[in-house]
């Protein structure tokens, strides 16, 4: 049987994504994904409202109580869990907002928590571009 000589390796510092505590969203050109400490942040609600500032570049997600006009219904089943925008038309408007990205990038983007208002925003300036890994590493 065959050995390996570990002398040369060295430990390489690694938390899986699932046990991150920081909220993210990762913008796709199709889609854009808030992680699951997004809406745990926020107190997993059912309902939030997506805002933007187009000034700033910033998107948010807030957490509120009641349905309104302005709020998107989390189900009971996805509370706590990632929540996704696939409206290509909203997608296209917020990745809109840095028209430097090009259609094909992709870009993790983390998010600062305001507790007094109950809303997480994401600086789209704040961006880093990130492939997705398909077959292991």
């Known amino acids: 049987m ?3 000589d570990l002398n ?12 991150q ?11 854009i994904m808030f992680n699951a400490v997004s809406l745990k942040t926020i107190g997993s609600p059912l309902f939030i409202k997506l805002l933007f500032d187009e000034k ?9 109580k009641k ?26 408007f917020i ?3 840095m028209p430097q990205w090009g259609d094909t990038s992709r870009f993790k983007v983390p998010g600062v928590h305001y507790a007094d208002e109950n809303i997480v925003a994401y600086d789209l300036k704040a961006a880093e571009t ?8």
């Open 8 to 19: 040369d390796f060295q430990w390489l510092e690694y938390t899986p994504a699932i046990l």
């Open 95 to 97: 990745r809109g907002l």
């Open 56 to 64: 700033g570049r910033r998107i948010a997600i807030q957490g509120v």
């Open 130 to 137: 990130y492939k997705i890994r398909r077959g292991g590493l």
């Open 21 to 31: 505590n920081r909220p993210e969203i990762y913008i796709r050109p199709d889609k």
């Open 2 to 4: 065959e050995k390996i």
């Open 67 to 92: 349905a309104s006009g302005q709020t998107i219904n989390i189900l009971p089943a996805r509370q706590g869990n990632k929540f996704g925008i696939y409206q290509i038309e909203r997608v296209k």
